[in-house]
């Protein structure tokens, strides 16, 4: 049974830094559409890892005396006109009681040995996450309640 399902090959550390990152892409997305991620969780977990992967970056750039462009280490403007919420939703602690851990877990897991396996550089790692964080945040923004924010994330059928 376990012959019918594809394999998606992990890419060595050899392979064209393309072939990492789709491979990356493939992770995530079968992921998510897998389990109908919750914005809220997946926002967090991208979060978490931009974060730690700018922090590793600056942290090389910085012993070389160099600088990195704000297309790694900012987040991406969001689109159109956002326009704040007036409507008032339950507790952050409500909200962050009625996270799926595990789920979260799971989904950091990926991204650590996808990123780990292929060996993929962390420029390469950080800008695929990046187009992952602004996708989250205009979701984000344009959420109307607290629903929304567990509402799965939508991911575009070109991704």
Request: aromatic share 6%; proline share 8%.
């Amino acid at each position: 049974m376990s012959e019918d399902l594809p394999r998606i090959p992990i890419p060595d550390s050899d392979s064209d830094s393309t072939e990492k990152m789709v491979f990356l892409q493939e992770q995530i997305v079968n992921f998510l559409r897998q389990y109908s991620m919750p914005l809220i969780e997946v926002s967090l977990v991208f979060s978490k890892y931009t974060r730690q992967l700018t922090e590793a970056l600056v942290s090389q750039a910085d012993e070389q005396g160099e600088t990195l462009p704000a297309i790694l280490t900012e987040p991406w403007p969001l689109l159109g006109e956002n326009t704040p919420s007036t409507e008032t939703g339950p507790a952050l602690n409500t909200v962050l009681d009625n996270l799926d851990d595990d789920r979260m877990d799971i989904l950091d897991t990926i991204l650590r040995s996808a990123i780990t396996a292929t060996e993929m550089p962390l420029a390469d790692a950080l800008m695929q996450l990046r187009q992952w964080e602004h996708l989250a945040r205009n979701q984000l923004a344009d959420s109307k309640g607290a629903g929304q924010l567990f509402s799965p994330l939508e991911i575009p059928d070109d991704w």
